[in-house]
């Protein structure tokens, strides 16, 4: 893909569409480089910030949309790709999201997504849209082999 391509689509609201979602994100991640282990996190990451907007953002209602852009970022140093994912929720606060690590949620069974993203991804800002509803922008950089 030439650089600064972008690809962009909308789907619904269903846990049925992540694995279109997976295979959209592992070709073009590997369209810009990213190796196996990159394509694994950002494949989480995208997952993770898809399922979040169905089930948070969009409440499961398959009458609202989830959008998505993926940006190839070619003519940076270093490479990467940049993806936006955004619901067509109320949005929420990100600084008032419970810390995953804190003690008394160390058990809960939800609440570990944005963490995840953080972890796997290079940026991630996590902000309203200016369309409406909440998105999700994050970045994986290519990392460069040592000789």
Do not use: W
């Amino acid at each position: 893909m030439p650089r600064g391509a972008t690809v962009r689509f909308d789907v619904e609201s269903s846990f049925e569409v992540l694995d279109l979602i997976q295979v959209v994100t592992d070709h073009l991640g590997r369209q810009v480089g990213l190796d196996e282990e990159s394509l694994h996190s950002v494949g989480v990451a995208v997952r993770e910030s898809v399922i979040n907007a169905i089930k948070h953002g969009n409440r499961h209602d398959e009458g609202k949309r989830v959008h998505l852009e993926y940006t190839v970022l070619a003519g940076e140093h270093p490479p990467g790709l940049a993806v936006r994912v955004r619901d067509e929720g109320a949005g929420f606060d990100p600084d008032t999201l419970p810390d995953c690590l804190s003690p008394e949620n160390l058990l809960k069974c939800s609440g570990r997504g944005i963490f995840l993203i953080r972890s796997f991804m290079d940026e991630l800002v996590l902000q309203r849209a200016p369309e409406g509803g909440m998105e999700v922008r994050m970045v994986k950089r290519v990392e460069h082999q040592r000789a």
